[in-house]
């Protein structure tokens, strides 16, 4: 429905000649592309607001998109499987982070984990993404450094005593993001590079 609507209006701008021709799939893609994150991003924001986890939502959030931008990982077929997923796996982290503040060795343990996964495997080359060996490398090293910033944020939270839930949606920011990444290798979502 999303997809038929952005179609509707590039028409539009086509024949409007407020675009090219040569230009419309770039524009589709766009448009879609931003259209679906912010629905998605929407969504999150106002399940924070439901379940009184608005700020929590945003710290996870930062941590969550900075990170999976550069890291890639499973990406389902259709928006509105992503859409479904997101919003149940969210749900899910909002319970789960009340429940690990109270235990936050756990959610040390889990983000070291997290943290070493994303070092070492780094990037995933999604087939949407299809980078070649350049690309790729560049990937993979944005990602290793935005997990090393984004673990010192943390480590530096809990060193100045910061609200353990905070902490925990930023821990749950990141281990996601390592998960999807496993996801995608064991499924074998990914393009070698060329």
Request: aromatic share 8%; with cysteine; hydrophobic share 55%.
């Amino acid at each position: 429905m999303i997809e038929k609507m952005i179609l509707n209006l590039v028409s539009q701008m086509e024949s409007k000649k407020m675009i090219n021709r040569a230009d419309r799939e770039q524009y589709e893609y766009a448009l879609v592309t931003m259209t679906e994150r912010t629905i998605t991003v929407g969504t999150m924001l106002l399940i924070g607001l439901v379940f009184n986890q608005f700020i929590p939502t945003l710290c996870f959030l930062v941590f969550f998109l900075s990170l999976r931008k550069r890291t890639g990982g499973y990406h389902a077929e259709k928006f509105w499987h992503c859409y479904l997923m997101t919003v149940i796996t969210y749900i899910a982290i909002i319970q789960v982070a009340a429940v690990l503040s109270e235990s936050l060795f756990t959610v040390y343990v889990m983000l070291s984990f997290a943290v070493l996964v994303i070092g070492v495997i780094g990037t995933v080359n999604h087939p949407n993404m299809d980078m070649d060996k350049d690309e790729l490398m560049e990937s993979k090293k944005a990602a290793r450094l935005c997990v090393l910033m984004e673990a010192l944020v943390i480590v530096a939270l809990i060193a100045l005593k910061i609200n353990d839930l905070y902490v925990s949606y930023m821990s749950l920011a990141v281990i996601l993001c390592a998960s999807l990444l496993c996801v995608a290798k064991i499924i074998k979502q990914e393009v070698k590079v060329r």
